[in-house]
């Protein structure tokens, strides 16, 4: 049998931390705390300790690479869990902190003591986990919940932009694993979804998980144990209702997710099983009496791959260039707060403060283009894999992936191991977009990693059979 264990860390910050992040906000820091930011840990090994794997799911927008290599080292320091063996996945909420320097000054100087404490946080969490651990069975089920869309509408003249495109792709699956112990109890519940947390946007002024913090809390409550929310395949996928500073928008969309997830999960068991019938008792009908057998044992297999891939990058910008760019709209955008309060006219400086901030930041990373080496990792858990790619892959990515993998189950998502920016499909290159114009990545990565993704499955199920 496996082993698995939960824990949970508040990685709240503090009020006043530079909040948000949207262009077309007016306010810097957070004014307060609708729901607490978390570090969900389930940590999973053999029966032996030999092989050992953990998720971590954590409330912020996005994890640097740099953050995010800092923040396993730390974790993988403290457990002995091999860097690559740990998934550090992040809801991408958009109502949490500016995960980086920007163009937002007020609070920014609480950024960095805060991003320090989650990687000392999370490690703890996985020390509990670690020692919490008890025999467990693992199943996948599937579900559907429609609070989804593709974001990428467009005008009459054919310009994209982000909103609800009713006839555009959509993934509206909800994939469940439930981690139950030998007493059929529940552990630990594992949901995934594609969806934008942009729930709550420029108005909101409020730290909050978004969507996936209420879907938590309803599945916890209704199943029991601890529940994880990984983001799936969410890059031209937003929520039907979003852009809003109305918090009851967001709790009712994670509460009707996290009602079809427990709805799922309540129905689920980790023991394959055939009915049998006992015998035909007489009564006023004749009454069948039946007795649900194991019929077999589940699969306890566990396995990892973590490899890089060389990805294409697009022709980008000098870095001194759009390092200048980005110098100039701050300045002009702290020259406009300063002389007046009228929202309109912030708006107007702060959107593109935020535009040559993408900018920077794929110039940071990618300089001025080639290619990059991007890593691709599965975990294979009992009969389901876990894939994860550090971008926002656009929803066909996940669904090809699942569709063409050789698991039972597959559960796919990007937002993990770093941050790279958009993956969009080829098909979206000539539609443009603000997918399409801050991704770092040339047409045909998608389907690169599509691939690349797809022959990591197969060779972690060719070797455990």
């Known amino acids: 049998m496996l082993i698995a264990g939960t824990a949970r860390a508040d990685i709240t910050p503090p009020d006043g931390i530079a909040h948000g992040g949207w262009g077309a906000q007016t306010h810097q820091g957070a004014e307060g705390v609708d729901m607490p930011l978390y570090c969900t840990v389930l940590y999973v090994s053999d029966e032996d ?16 690479v740099k953050r995010d290599l800092q923040l396993r080292e730390t974790v993988s320091s403290a457990s002995g869990i091999p860097p690559e063996n740990l998934r550090v996945a992040y809801t991408h909420t958009h109502s949490g902190p500016v995960t ?10 609480l950024i960095e003591p805060w991003l320090d404490s989650i990687p000392v946080k999370a490690a703890s969490a996985l020390k509990t ?6 025999k467990c069975r693992v199943t996948t089920a599937s579900g559907n919940c429609e609070i989804n869309v593709n974001r990428r509408p467009q005008t009459e003249d054919g310009t994209r932009y982000t909103g609800r495109d009713w006839d555009g792709f959509v993934d509206s699956e909800v994939l469940v694993t439930a981690f139950d112990d ?33 879907t938590r809390k309803v599945v916890e409550e209704n199943v029991g144990g601890i529940c994880l929310f990984l983001q799936g395949a969410a890059g031209n996928i937003g929520p039907i209702d979003g852009f809003t500073g109305d918090l009851a928008v967001y709790r009712r969309a994670g509460h009707r997710l996290g009602l079809e997830a427990s709805r799922v999960r309540l129905g689920m068991d980790t023991v394959p099983r055939k009915e049998r019938l006992v015998k035909i008792e007489p009564s006023g009908a004749d ?21 890089t891939i ?27 707060r300063s002389r007046t309060s009228d929202i309109e006219e912030i708006k107007k400086a702060a959107f593109p403060s935020k535009r040559a ?45 699942k569709r063409r993998s050789s698991a039972d189950w597959t559960v796919f998502g990007g937002y993990s191991n770093g941050y790279y920016g958009y993956m969009p499909m080829r098909y979206a290159y000539p539609e443009g977009g603000y997918e399409v114009t801050t991704s770092p990545f040339a047409p045909g990565a998608a389907e690169q990693a599509i691939d690349a993704c797809v022959q990591a499955i197969d060779a972690i199920w060719q070797n455990s059979l």
Not at 129 to 134: D, H, L, Q, V, Y
Not at 362 to 389: C, D, H, K, W, Y
Request: charged share 20%.
């Open 49 to 64: 300790g030999n092989a050992e794997l953990a998720i971590l799911d954590i409330d912020t927008g996005t994890i640097s």
């Open 100 to 109: 980086g320097v920007s163009w937002i000054v007020e609070g920014a100087d």
């Open 129 to 134: 986990a670690k020692e919490n651990a008890k």
């Open 182 to 214: 030998e007493d059929g109890e529940p552990l630990a519940t594992i949901v995934n979804y594609a969806c934008h947390p942009t729930i709550m946007a420029q108005d909101n002024r409020l730290i909050t998980p978004d969507y996936p913090g209420m």
């Open 287 to 307: 009454l069948g009496l039946y007795v649900d057998d194991q019929s077999g044992e589940p699969d306890d297999r566990l396995g990892i791959s973590y490899e």
């Open 310 to 336: 060389t990805m294409p990058v697009k022709e980008l910008p000098p870095p001194e260039q759009v390092r200048a760019e980005f110098h100039a709209a701050q300045q002009h955008l702290e020259q406009v």
């Open 357 to 401: 901030y993408i900018a920077q930041n794929l110039a940071e990373v990618f300089g001025t283009g080639g290619s990059v080496q991007l890593p691709v990792q599965v975990m294979r858990i009992g009969n389901t894999a876990f894939v994860a790619l550090p971008v926002e892959p656009f929803a066909e990515i996940g669904v090809e992936v």
